[in-house]
């Protein structure tokens, strides 16, 4: 089992950055990907940016130039950092793993979610 516990969210005024958290534990070395959802009410969850174990980032296209998702392997976190927030980012922000069972199948672990609201 893989857990994922996000922190960062609040509120921002547009321009504003702001750097969120997701912190794994449990079978570390299982996971496959990391990733970044967000989702507003009324609307699917959507992906916005990916980080598999080996290989390059991606990005949706709405976020593109403006976020950015690293980790920090040390310290078994994945990072999303925004830049140049406009309102419409407001949603809440949920982490992704995908990791491989012993079956060799692959589930997902979801983080709480956190806020973030950019508002003047």
């Known amino acids: 089992q893989v857990q994922l516990v996000e922190s960062g969210g609040g509120l921002v005024q547009p321009g504003g950055s702001l750097r969120l958290s997701c912190a794994a534990s449990g079978s570390i070395s299982r996971i496959k990907s990391m990733a970044w959802y967000r989702q507003v009410p009324g609307k699917q969850r959507e992906l916005i940016a990916h980080?598999?174990?080996?290989?390059?980032?991606n990005y949706a296209d709405s976020v593109k130039g403006r976020f950015t998702i690293f980790r920090d392997n040390a310290r078994n976190t994945v990072y999303l950092q925004m830049a140049s927030l406009k309102p419409e980012d407001t949603a809440v922000y949920y982490c992704n793993a995908d990791w491989e069972t012993l079956l060799g199948g692959v589930k997902g672990s979801w983080g709480q979610g956190t806020q973030v609201t950019v508002s003047s």
């Open positions: 980080i598999p174990s080996g290989g390059s980032t």
